[in-house]
Nanobody, 127 residues
Framework: QVQLVESGGGLVQPGGSLRLSCAPS????????IGWFRQAPGKEREGVSC????????YYADSVKGRFTISRDNAKDTVYLQMNSLKPADTAVYYCAATTRFAAVVKDPEVHEYAYWGQGTQVTVSS
């Protein structure tokens, strides 16, 4: 079964850090663009960041630029989202997703462009 598996969510105080991981099950992430999305209660799912596995090109939403870093470990076939200086507004379920629609990152990630999704991991930022 082809799927993505996220891990690393949890409860953290404002200003704290978390690192999310996204690994494939049943396929390889080679030649995919991997995106991180988040969905807060009552809100639409939004694109946060994405990275091309092939050339490493990246995108960040303005709301996370300078605080979040997306990276890839090709040897482990895993993508990470390092989240620093977390704010209560970052509280959401975070999902990773994969697409072959693009070879490189050329635009912000949109939900309908991504074919494979993980089950999500909860991130709660609260004191």
């Amino acid at each position: 079964q082809v799927q993505l598996v996220e891990s690393g969510g949890g409860l953290v105080q404002p200003g704290g850090s978390l690192r999310l991981s996204c690994a494939p099950s049943g396929f390889s992430l080679d030649y995919y663009v991997i995106g991180w999305f988040r969905q807060a209660p009552g809100k639409e799912r939004e694109g946060v960041s994405c990275i091309s596995k092939s050339d490493g090109s990246t995108y960040y939403a303005d709301s996370v630029k300078g605080r979040f870093t997306i990276s890839r470990d090709n040897a482990k076939d895993t993508v990470y989202l390092q989240m620093n200086s977390l704010k209560p507004a970052d509280t959401a379920v975070y999902y990773c997703a994969a697409t072959t629609r693009f070879a490189a990152v050329v635009k912000d990630p949109e939900v309908h462009e991504y074919a494979y999704w993980g089950q999500g991991t909860q991130v709660t930022v609260s004191s």
